[in-house]
């Protein structure tokens, strides 16, 4: 910059005098604060001046814009909307697709925008379920041809319709009136400005807080810099450079010999710009040095410093930290200024966390998640030497070799985190979509088509290899006892025969890369019939069915379903049972246990191995086989990997072995999931190629590369003509779309098309046997769509239509009647219709998940492909699939093995360590690292460093990385702590799970929905408040309100029965309705809104069953029951409200009818006879089916009895008592039951417990002993509650009463443990007695000192209760020696409670005594009495028995001297008096001192126990004073 810039503008004079003279009257006054409301303008601006201050420049050189494409990308992070216009659902078409290239019209003002969305709304509805884009598309394209003033209103219509499709005459003229009413369409366009423009500037204007000036070449520059465009290649990497629309014909497509390559350049190097600032850059004295520049004396310079930092972290918005920037700066250097406004969060951010120690710095961090710059900290780990993800792609595999186990023993690692992770970064945002491979290689013979609006790559089939003779294993090979197992096959194909010798004959684990069709399901049986084999006894052929059990997974339900018919049906001989265990089909325990096979889907499987409670029948598995494993790439790879890792740590710590078989398309890096599975690479992994497919596939990839979105459509729709044409009267076509209205549409359009271009004729013969068929067929259709289409030789298929019609379409189809089929994918999943070309049209489809549309996943794309090509009549089979050019190197990639399989882990870390947490495998930081070692994520992030975001810091000392896995380990567990799923010890890295952690896990609710209900569940909440609660859930935050949808949301709050307190604009109220309209049994419209409602339903179940635990857990009585409520009214699909005759399966209607409409108390049934109920409802022969129905509804008497423990614990004996009939249809053979005892107000649950009715014990009485606390001052009542777990409106309630109840008396508080100095064995003060315990102890412990006084310096009765060996043996020998140190000393007895420790307390006492005084002598009583009394006179000196020898020594007392002279009694163990033997013991005591006052003959008790809660009252019983009671605390 040669010419010094004039900053006259900025100095004091000149802006102060603008603020002094502009001209305020227009200003709002300082009273009326900004309330929100939209103010006009009028008077304010006048639009004349509108742009009057701008200067005309030439253009700016290009080097400058160069620089300005670098700073868009490097520089500030992307708005959010800007970045992803369709990444989000948008509640608004209008907002979602602001960015759509070719778009006319965009509404300027409120009233034109709400008559544009009524527009919409019209539109959408006649072409039907489209993508948003299209939608508005099109309606730009009808708001042109209305607006066109030379055509007339036929012309109109006839033009709009070759759009949109056929249109009535009243939704016509609606358009055309709307159109009328849009009043800011065309002309004016150059000199308005588009509001959203003006909102992007303001937004500018923010950052920036500068003056801006608008130029006219802004649109030139914006389209120039297109050119420039240079992407990060951070995102190079993630987002695997598709190629961009336009561009890529230029871009490198070479024409090789080895082949079409089609692929993107590699990234453009970056150069950096001298005003941009990296976050590496600034550390903490950054700041400083930067001020420095401009203030020399060091002193200033570090206030000024600590001065910018306040104000710059403060929370005002930039233009007053400009200001007061300024005024720190005394209005000079405005380079600083500016700088430091550009990257406020950077400077901000980065100081505090360079200033902060290892402690504060994971605390910094959570603050700027939270605050929304978590991109400063990806920019800090991507490290700036990155090297290209193609570079990292080619590392030497040879270097790394895989750990096969976790390298660490748990607790050994001294691994600190070092820093947390941005998990948010690692997850790839395509999902199943990310492309990880840069060129897509074609096979030889591949070419490719330009043509107006679209292009075609055309892939040959591939030649079949021939079959080598004697390649194929025959079928008489296997052994005699499976053959029948593969009936009407003569041989195995060649597939199957390569692997025979490894399925079959060895334990070895597989992985089977195939094409689809290469009979992989038969593998899977060879390795089943190994199993068998194992179990098989060889002499009499019965197989020990109980020892194994194998699990099969597969992806879909349609998929299990099919699965379990086959194997179900050809191990039928064996006596296996094989059962379907997925959502719809929960299977009990005991089902479980009597299944050998399990084909489950990868989630019920999770959901059943996280649980430890199922582990009975999961330590069986002996052989888990996962089906398409290639779905580790997809959205749901992360349950896959938890479930196979889970299997494969187990079985490498217990030893167990399972055999894990993976089968799965061809994909290129087939190593790394045989590495993940375990399998050996040289005698388990086995690759065919696509030559292997039954029927070699012709493939033709069609990128329709229009702008307009509607002519996408619209040109999508004639390429399928057009090849739908190709093929008419020569082979079968079945054409797959991605709705249930669409199928219809397209096969019209297709008809339609065929008849103006007269070629309809070639689609089905007119005088041919089809035709008549066909005709004869259409009398039989329910569906007046398919009979317009039938005739013609078209049909269409979807789940929406009736059983009858959906197998006529098949078996025409079959039989070769219909030459076009139209279906939805439901017909690739569920039935095998093959046809010689398949056509995918379009491959954008609904996700709920997502709210939005997106593209197929690669699962159901190979699976609409594998039905193309009839083995037994065609040599090749042709597959088209017609998409956007940006997803052709996607589709290209997919179809010829070189799509990459990555893992999607990272999304699900959190929730799936929780899982493995409360499942107690992982027990600390060091597990977890362990435990990540056995993931598909570790197997491909030491493959691939570079995509997984392990930068340098990390990949040069860490070759396991240990270091990396601890980080994101801790990260996660930082996230679950801060859910409160888990207790996490920083220091020692200890996981504790929490009880919110058990109900996340076991009812597969993420942690953010955890930290939803954490936050949101009150303890008075009612249904209405759970209603809104739900639809807060995580699960369903990308669930949008479309425009055009407001309409019918509208309808259905105003019908739904729990009001909605949101407005129809907002997601949760959406997700509410749906809910309700779900449970009320509402018919829904839009195919996208019935998609969302299916969604929701889907997961309401288990949402409703976790917020019902935490709400039991919590011991809230109101939301707990209302949640249940909830779980049983979606299960039912029926409100509380209506009756509960509906939960009966096929009851008539008009009995629910009636019993709705006589509003008679559900209970008052069950006292009618069955006339009387005839008569109620109103029809008289229906008495007899509604006394049994009522009399089979799950009712339970109860009684309790109550019983007081202590003044603070109750006791409640429960009696549940059935009182209904069983009957296995409605009950099955179980019933469960939750217990309840409540409070008196009903809102707290002082107990929870789940009481299971069984069908066997359905008549007895069944007793429930529960424990209740009790509170002072004593409450009238508490309520027990029995309520169904299942069956709405079954609920028992008991008030128990306490009007009578007497507590025990308020126990006095235990005694107090003194700190005494310990007494020396001295304190006996007799040589001899010293002498007993010398060598054993030094001093008495702390109890002992503390009784030495009572029981050795006096002759009181003592009691001691203190735990169990606290050395209260020694203290009753301190009684002993008292006695013995008497002249003339009497006998003792010591009274032990068992005779084993009779015997062990005599053998001691012999030991310890045998020498004191000349020999002391014990004896044990043997219980017979003559015996006993020759004993007592030969004369023990101390006599040890149980409480019953005694008893029966000392019944006639009177008449043995030898009882009644007793100085001392021991009573050990004495809190048994409470127990078994407790009167005799009582007994025994009470005599004791019955005989000592009536014979003046002194007796000492001495009793010890454990510590009592009424020691006092014991103490007076045997005659203790409150002195001599010591009762310890335990």
């Given at each position: 910059?040669?010419?010094?810039?004039?900053?006259?503008?900025?100095?004091?004079?000149?802006?102060?005098?603008?603020?002094?003279?502009?001209?305020?009257?227009?200003?709002?006054?300082?009273?009326?604060?900004?309330?929100?409301?939209?103010?006009?303008?009028?008077?304010?601006?006048?639009?004349?001046?509108?742009?009057?201050?701008?200067?005309?420049?030439?253009?700016?050189?290009?080097?400058?814009?160069?620089?300005?494409?670098?700073?868009?990308?490097?520089?500030?992070?992307?708005?959010?909307?800007?970045?992803?216009?369709?990444?989000?659902?948008?509640?608004?078409?209008?907002?979602?697709?602001?960015?759509?290239?070719?778009?006319?019209?965009?509404?300027?003002?409120?009233?034109?925008?709400?008559?544009?969305?009524?527009?919409?709304?019209?539109?959408?509805?006649?072409?039907?379920?489209?993508?948003?884009?299209?939608?508005?598309?099109?309606?730009?394209?009808?708001?042109?041809?209305?607006?066109?003033?030379?055509?007339?209103?036929?012309?109109?219509?006839?033009?709009?319709?070759?759009?949109?499709?056929?249109?009535?005459?009243?939704?016509?003229?609606?358009?055309?009136?709307?159109?009328?009413?849009?009043?800011?369409?065309?002309?004016?366009?150059?000199?308005?400005?588009?509001?959203?423009?003006?909102?992007?500037?303001?937004?500018?204007?923010?950052?920036?807080?500068?003056?801006?000036?608008?130029?006219?070449?802004?649109?030139?520059?914006?389209?120039?810099?297109?050119?420039?465009?240079?992407?990060?290649?951070?995102?190079?990497?993630?987002?695997?450079?598709?190629?961009?629309?336009?561009?890529?014909?230029?871009?490198?497509?070479?024409?090789?010999?080895?082949?079409?390559?089609?692929?993107?350049?590699?990234?453009?190097?970056?150069?950096?710009?001298?005003?941009?600032?990296?976050?590496?850059?600034?550390?903490?004295?950054?700041?400083?040095?930067?001020?420095?520049?401009?203030?020399?004396?060091?002193?200033?310079?570090?206030?000024?410093?600590?001065?910018?930092?306040?104000?710059?972290?403060?929370?005002?918005?930039?233009?007053?930290?400009?200001?007061?920037?300024?005024?720190?700066?005394?209005?000079?250097?405005?380079?600083?200024?500016?700088?430091?406004?550009?990257?406020?969060?950077?400077?901000?951010?980065?100081?505090?966390?360079?200033?902060?120690?290892?402690?504060?710095?994971?605390?910094?961090?959570?603050?700027?998640?939270?605050?929304?710059?978590?991109?400063?900290?990806?920019?800090?780990?991507?490290?700036?030497?990155?090297?290209?993800?193609?570079?990292?792609?080619?590392?030497?595999?040879?270097?790394?070799?895989?750990?096969?186990?976790?390298?660490?023993?748990?607790?050994?690692?001294?691994?600190?985190?070092?820093?947390?992770?941005?998990?948010?970064?690692?997850?790839?945002?395509?999902?199943?979509?990310?492309?990880?491979?840069?060129?897509?290689?074609?096979?030889?013979?591949?070419?490719?088509?330009?043509?107006?609006?679209?292009?075609?790559?055309?892939?040959?089939?591939?030649?079949?290899?021939?079959?080598?003779?004697?390649?194929n294993v025959p079928i008489s090979d296997l052994p005699l006892w499976a053959q029948p197992v593969f009936p009407g096959t003569k041989t195995l194909n060649r597939v199957q025969s390569r692997l025979y010798p490894i399925a079959f004959g060895t334990d070895e684990p597989l992985l089977l890369c195939a094409p689809t069709g290469a009979g992989k399901t038969n593998v899977a049986m060879l390795t089943m019939l190994h199993e068998l084999e194992k179990v098989r006894d060889p002499d009499t052929g019965k197989f020990d069915l109980d020892a194994f059990k194998i699990v099969y997974v597969a992806p879909m339900k349609a998929l299990v379903q099919e699965q379990v018919g086959n194997f179900q049906k050809r191990l039928e001989q064996f006596g296996v049972k094989v059962s379907e265990l997925t959502g719809d089909n929960q299977l009990t325990k005991q089902a479980i246990s009597e299944t050998q096979i399990i084909v489950t889907t990868p989630e019920k499987w999770d959901v059943i191995t996280r649980k430890s409670t199922d582990t009975s029948y999961t330590n069986l598995v002996r052989l888990i086989i996962v089906d398409e494993i290639h779905l580790l790439h997809d959205e749901r790879g992360p349950v896959v990997e938890s479930i196979l890792a889970r299997?494969?740590?187990?079985?490498?710590?217990?030893?167990?072995?399972?055999?894990?078989?993976?089968?799965?398309?061809?994909?290129?890096?087939?190593?790394?999931?045989?590495?993940?599975?375990?399998?050996?690479?040289?005698?388990?992994?086995?690759?065919?190629?696509?030559?292997?497919?039954?029927?070699?596939?012709?493939?033709?990839?069609?990128?329709?590369?229009?702008?307009?979105?509607?002519?996408?459509?619209?040109?999508?729709?004639?390429?399928?003509?057009?090849?739908?044409?190709?093929?008419?009267?020569?082979?079968?076509?079945?054409?797959?779309?991605?709705?249930?209205?669409?199928?219809?549409?397209?096969?019209?359009?297709?008809?339609?098309?065929?008849?103006?271009?007269?070629?309809?004729?070639?689609?089905?013969?007119?005088?041919?046997?089809?035709?008549?068929?066909?005709?004869?067929?259409?009398?039989?259709?329910?569906?007046?769509?398919?009979?317009?289409?039938?005739?013609?030789?078209?049909?269409?298929?979807?789940?929406?239509?009736?059983?009858?019609?959906?197998?006529?379409?098949?078996?025409?189809?079959?039989?070769?009647?219909?030459?076009?089929?139209?279906?939805?994918?439901?017909?690739?999943?569920?039935?095998?219709?093959?046809?010689?070309?398949?056509?995918?049209?379009?491959?954008?489809?609904?996700?709920?998940?997502?709210?939005?549309?997106?593209?197929?996943?690669?699962?159901?794309?190979?699976?609409?492909?594998?039905?193309?090509?009839?083995?037994?009549?065609?040599?090749?089979?042709?597959?088209?699939?017609?998409?956007?050019?940006?997803?052709?190197?996607?589709?290209?990639?997919?179809?010829?093995?070189?799509?990459?399989?990555?893992?999607?882990?990272?999304?699900?870390?959190?929730?799936?360590?929780?899982?493995?947490?409360?499942?107690?495998?992982?027990?600390?930081?060091?597990?977890?690292?362990?435990?990540?070692?056995?993931?598909?994520?570790?197997?491909?992030?030491?493959?691939?460093?570079?995509?997984?975001?392990?930068?340098?810091?990390?990949?040069?000392?860490?070759?396991?990385?240990?270091?990396?896995?601890?980080?994101?380990?801790?990260?996660?567990?930082?996230?679950?702590?801060?859910?409160?799923?888990?207790?996490?010890?920083?220091?020692?890295?200890?996981?504790?799970?929490?009880?919110?952690?058990?109900?996340?896990?076991?009812?597969?609710?993420?942690?953010?929905?955890?930290?939803?209900?954490?936050?949101?569940?009150?303890?008075?909440?009612?249904?209405?408040?759970?209603?809104?609660?739900?639809?807060?859930?995580?699960?369903?935050?990308?669930?949008?309100?479309?425009?055009?949808?407001?309409?019918?949301?509208?309808?259905?709050?105003?019908?739904?029965?729990?009001?909605?307190?949101?407005?129809?604009?907002?997601?949760?109220?959406?997700?509410?309705?749906?809910?309700?309209?779900?449970?009320?049994?509402?018919?829904?419209?839009?195919?996208?809104?019935?998609?969302?409602?299916?969604?929701?339903?889907?997961?309401?179940?288990?949402?409703?069953?976790?917020?019902?635990?935490?709400?039991?857990?919590?011991?809230?009585?109101?939301?707990?029951?209302?949640?249940?409520?909830?779980?049983?009214?979606?299960?039912?699909?029926?409100?509380?409200?209506?009756?509960?005759?509906?939960?009966?399966?096929?009851?008539?209607?008009?009995?629910?009818?009636?019993?709705?409409?006589?509003?008679?108390?559900?209970?008052?049934?069950?006292?009618?006879?069955?006339?009387?109920?005839?008569?109620?409802?109103?029809?008289?022969?229906?008495?007899?089916?509604?006394?049994?129905?009522?009399?089979?509804?799950?009712?339970?008497?109860?009684?309790?009895?109550?019983?007081?423990?202590?003044?603070?614990?109750?006791?409640?004996?429960?009696?549940?008592?059935?009182?209904?009939?069983?009957?296995?249809?409605?009950?099955?053979?179980?019933?469960?039951?939750?217990?309840?005892?409540?409070?008196?107000?009903?809102?707290?649950?002082?107990?929870?417990?789940?009481?299971?009715?069984?069908?066997?014990?359905?008549?007895?009485?069944?007793?429930?002993?529960?424990?209740?606390?009790?509170?002072?001052?004593?409450?009238?009542?508490?309520?027990?509650?029995?309520?169904?777990?299942?069956?709405?409106?079954?609920?028992?309630?008991?008030?128990?009463?306490?009007?009578?109840?007497?507590?025990?008396?308020?126990?006095?508080?235990?005694?107090?443990?003194?700190?005494?100095?310990?007494?020396?064995?001295?304190?006996?003060?007799?040589?001899?007695?010293?002498?007993?315990?010398?060598?054993?102890?030094?001093?008495?412990?702390?109890?002992?000192?503390?009784?030495?006084?009572?029981?050795?310096?006096?002759?009181?009765?003592?009691?001691?209760?203190?735990?169990?060996?606290?050395?209260?043996?020694?203290?009753?020998?301190?009684?002993?020696?008292?006695?013995?140190?008497?002249?003339?000393?009497?006998?003792?007895?010591?009274?032990?409670?068992?005779?084993?420790?009779?015997?062990?307390?005599?053998?001691?006492?012999?030991?310890?005594?045998?020498?004191?005084?000349?020999?002391?002598?014990?004896?044990?009583?043997?219980?017979?009495?003559?015996?006993?009394?020759?004993?007592?006179?030969?004369?023990?000196?101390?006599?040890?028995?149980?409480?019953?020898?005694?008893?029966?020594?000392?019944?006639?007392?009177?008449?043995?001297?030898?009882?009644?002279?007793?100085?001392?009694?021991?009573?050990?163990?004495?809190?048994?008096?409470?127990?078994?033997?407790?009167?005799?013991?009582?007994?025994?005591?009470?005599?004791?001192?019955?005989?000592?006052?009536?014979?003046?003959?002194?007796?000492?008790?001495?009793?010890?126990?454990?510590?009592?809660?009424?020691?006092?009252?014991?103490?007076?019983?045997?005659?203790?004073?409150?002195?001599?009671?010591?009762?310890?605390?335990?």
């Amino acid at each position: 910059m040669s010419k010094k810039r004039d900053l006259s503008g900025y100095n004091y004079g000149a802006i102060s005098s603008l603020v002094l003279t502009a001209d305020r009257s227009a200003l709002p006054r300082r009273d009326k604060e900004p309330d929100g409301a939209p103010e006009t303008l009028v008077g304010r601006i006048d639009p004349k001046e509108m742009g009057s201050r701008v200067q005309r420049q030439a253009p700016k050189d290009l080097e400058k814009k160069k620089k300005k494409a670098q700073q868009d990308e490097a520089g500030l992070p992307k708005r959010k909307g800007a970045d992803s216009a369709f990444n989000f659902g948008y509640a608004d078409i209008i907002e979602a697709t602001q960015d759509v290239e070719g778009l006319t019209y965009r509404p300027r003002t409120a009233e034109t925008r709400e008559v544009f969305n009524l527009m919409l709304g019209i539109v959408h509805q006649t072409l039907g379920d489209q993508a948003q884009d299209i939608v508005r598309s099109a309606a730009d394209t009808v708001l042109e041809t209305l607006k066109s003033d030379n055509l007339k209103d036929f012309d109109k219509k006839r033009d709009i319709e070759s759009v949109i499709g056929p249109l009535t005459g009243e939704a016509f003229s609606q358009l055309l009136n709307l159109s009328k009413k849009i009043t800011d369409y065309g002309a004016e366009d150059d000199s308005k400005v588009d509001p959203d423009m003006e909102r992007k500037d303001a937004e500018i204007d923010d950052e920036l807080g500068v003056a801006v000036v608008f130029e006219d070449e802004e649109e030139e520059e914006d389209e120039e810099d297109g050119g420039f465009e240079i992407r990060d290649e951070s995102d190079d990497e993630e987002e695997g450079a598709e190629p961009g629309g336009e561009q890529a014909d230029a871009e490198g497509e070479e024409q090789d010999d080895e082949g079409l390559v089609i692929g993107t350049a590699g990234p453009s190097k970056k150069t950096k710009s001298t005003d941009e600032l990296s976050p590496h850059d600034i550390d903490g004295f950054w700041l400083q040095r930067l001020i420095s520049t401009a203030y020399t004396d060091a002193v200033t310079a570090t206030s000024k410093t600590s001065d910018a930092l306040s104000i710059l972290s403060s929370e005002a918005n930039l233009r007053d930290v400009e200001n007061s920037l300024m005024d720190l700066f005394d209005y000079e250097h405005f380079e600083i200024v500016k700088t430091l406004t550009k990257h406020r969060d950077m400077i901000v951010w980065c100081t505090k966390l360079a200033r902060a120690d290892e402690n504060e710095r994971m605390s910094v961090e959570v603050a700027m998640r939270e605050r929304g710059v978590g991109w400063i900290l990806k920019a800090l780990r991507g490290d700036r030497t990155k090297a290209a993800a193609g570079d990292s792609m080619d590392v030497d595999p040879k270097v790394q070799e895989l750990p096969k186990t976790g390298t660490l023993a748990p607790g050994s690692s001294k691994l600190a985190p070092r820093k947390p992770v941005d998990l948010e970064a690692m997850i790839f945002q395509q999902g199943g979509h990310l492309m990880s491979n840069k060129k897509c290689k074609l096979p030889e013979g591949s070419f490719k088509r330009s043509k107006k609006g679209y292009e075609e790559i055309h892939v040959p089939a591939p030649k079949s290899k021939p079959a080598a003779p004697g390649e194929n294993v025959p079928i008489s090979d296997l052994p005699l006892w499976a053959q029948p197992v593969f009936p009407g096959t003569k041989t195995l194909n060649r597939v199957q025969s390569r692997l025979y010798p490894i399925a079959f004959g060895t334990d070895e684990p597989l992985l089977l890369c195939a094409p689809t069709g290469a009979g992989k399901t038969n593998v899977a049986m060879l390795t089943m019939l190994h199993e068998l084999e194992k179990v098989r006894d060889p002499d009499t052929g019965k197989f020990d069915l109980d020892a194994f059990k194998i699990v099969y997974v597969a992806p879909m339900k349609a998929l299990v379903q099919e699965q379990v018919g086959n194997f179900q049906k050809r191990l039928e001989q064996f006596g296996v049972k094989v059962s379907e265990l997925t959502g719809d089909n929960q299977l009990t325990k005991q089902a479980i246990s009597e299944t050998q096979i399990i084909v489950t889907t990868p989630e019920k499987w999770d959901v059943i191995t996280r649980k430890s409670t199922d582990t009975s029948y999961t330590n069986l598995v002996r052989l888990i086989i996962v089906d398409e494993i290639h779905l580790l790439h997809d959205e749901r790879g992360p349950v896959v990997e938890s479930i196979l890792a889970r299997t494969v740590r187990r079985m490498e710590q217990t030893g167990d072995y399972v055999r894990l078989v993976g089968l799965s398309a061809t994909l290129p890096n087939y190593q790394d999931v045989a590495t993940f599975l375990r399998v050996d690479p040289k005698k388990g992994l086995f690759y065919f190629d696509a030559s292997y497919r039954p029927c070699a596939l012709q493939q033709e990839f069609i990128g329709v590369t229009e702008k307009k979105a509607i002519r996408r459509y619209q040109v999508m729709n004639e390429v399928c003509y057009e090849k739908v044409l190709d093929q008419a009267g020569k082979n079968q076509t079945l054409v797959f779309v991605h709705s249930r209205k669409e199928t219809g549409k397209t096969a019209r359009f297709i008809r339609d098309m065929a008849i103006e271009k007269e070629t309809i004729t070639q689609f089905v013969k007119p005088d041919s046997a089809s035709r008549e068929i066909l005709q004869t067929e259409v009398e039989n259709c329910n569906d007046p769509l398919l009979a317009d289409l039938l005739p013609f030789g078209f049909g269409i298929h979807h789940a929406g239509m009736t059983r009858t019609d959906r197998t006529l379409v098949e078996d025409l189809f079959a039989d070769g009647h219909l030459q076009v089929l139209v279906c939805t994918a439901t017909l690739a999943w569920g039935v095998n219709l093959p046809a010689h070309t398949v056509i995918i049209k379009g491959t954008q489809i609904y996700n709920p998940e997502k709210g939005r549309w997106c593209e197929l996943s690669s699962q159901d794309v190979l699976q609409m492909l594998g039905r193309a090509g009839r083995p037994q009549f065609d040599t090749f089979g042709e597959g088209i699939i017609i998409t956007n050019h940006s997803e052709l190197q996607y589709y290209l990639s997919l179809m010829n093995q070189q799509l990459p399989i990555e893992s999607q882990f990272v999304s699900k870390l959190a929730d799936n360590l929780n899982a493995e947490i409360v499942l107690g495998t992982v027990r600390n930081r060091d597990e977890a690292v362990q435990w990540l070692g056995y993931t598909y994520l570790y197997v491909r992030m030491l493959r691939t460093p570079g995509l997984y975001g392990i930068n340098v810091d990390y990949s040069d000392d860490d070759p396991h990385l240990t270091q990396k896995r601890v980080d994101i380990v801790h990260t996660a567990a930082v996230m679950l702590e801060k859910a409160n799923l888990i207790k996490y010890d920083r220091k020692t890295g200890v996981f504790a799970s929490t009880e919110l952690g058990r109900i996340a896990s076991h009812y597969y609710v993420t942690y953010a929905s955890m930290t939803v209900y954490n936050q949101h569940l009150k303890p008075t909440m009612g249904m209405i408040e759970l209603f809104r609660v739900f639809a807060l859930s995580n699960e369903f935050k990308l669930i949008p309100v479309r425009q055009e949808e407001k309409q019918e949301l509208a309808k259905l709050l105003e019908r739904v029965p729990i009001p909605v307190k949101e407005g129809v604009d907002e997601p949760p109220a959406k997700i509410n309705v749906l809910l309700q309209a779900f449970i009320s049994g509402l018919k829904l419209e839009g195919f996208a809104l019935v998609s969302d409602m299916v969604y929701v339903q889907q997961s309401a179940g288990r949402i409703l069953r976790a917020m019902f635990e935490i709400c039991l857990k919590r011991g809230w009585a109101s939301p707990a029951r209302a949640a249940l409520d909830m779980c049983k009214m979606v299960e039912k699909k029926m409100w509380s409200s209506m009756t509960p005759l509906r939960q009966f399966p096929r009851v008539r209607e008009d009995i629910i009818r009636k019993a709705e409409g006589k509003q008679f108390p559900w209970h008052r049934y069950f006292d009618l006879e069955p006339p009387e109920l005839g008569e109620l409802i109103g029809i008289q022969n229906a008495g007899k089916t509604i006394h049994r129905l009522v009399h089979c509804f799950p009712k339970l008497d109860l009684q309790a009895h109550v019983q007081p423990i202590t003044r603070s614990l109750m006791r409640i004996d429960l009696t549940i008592t059935p009182d209904f009939q069983w009957d296995e249809k409605y009950h099955g053979t179980s019933q469960a039951f939750w217990i309840l005892v409540e409070d008196v107000d009903g809102e707290v649950i002082l107990f929870h417990d789940q009481f299971v009715l069984r069908q066997r014990y359905a008549e007895d009485e069944h007793l429930v002993t529960v424990t209740v606390p009790m509170f002072e001052p004593v409450p009238p009542n508490y309520y027990v509650s029995v309520i169904s777990d299942r069956w709405l409106q079954s609920e028992t309630r008991l008030p128990v009463s306490f009007k009578h109840l007497i507590l025990p008396e308020k126990f006095p508080p235990p005694t107090a443990l003194l700190d005494l100095q310990p007494l020396p064995l001295s304190a006996l003060r007799n040589k001899e007695f010293e002498a007993v315990y010398d060598g054993k102890v030094q001093t008495f412990n702390k109890i002992q000192t503390q009784v030495f006084q009572a029981l050795y310096n006096s002759d009181d009765n003592v009691f001691i209760g203190a735990p169990a060996g606290s050395g209260k043996t020694i203290c009753a020998e301190f009684a002993l020696l008292r006695l013995w140190s008497k002249p003339g000393p009497q006998r003792a007895v010591c009274i032990e409670p068992f005779q084993e420790m009779v015997d062990q307390r005599v053998a001691e006492w012999r030991a310890k005594f045998g020498e004191i005084q000349g020999g002391k002598d014990i004896v044990a009583l043997t219980g017979e009495t003559s015996a006993d009394l020759r004993l007592m006179e030969k004369g023990g000196d101390v006599v040890v028995c149980t409480p019953t020898q005694w008893d029966i020594l000392s019944r006639r007392w009177k008449q043995r001297k030898h009882v009644q002279n007793i100085g001392l009694l021991i009573a050990d163990e004495v809190q048994l008096i409470g127990g078994e033997i407790g009167p005799t013991y009582e007994v025994v005591i009470s005599r004791t001192r019955y005989v000592s006052a009536q014979t003046d003959n002194k007796t000492r008790i001495v009793a010890c126990g454990v510590s009592l809660a009424n020691a006092r009252e014991l103490g007076e019983w045997i005659g203790a004073n409150t002195h001599t009671v010591f009762n310890f605390t335990p």
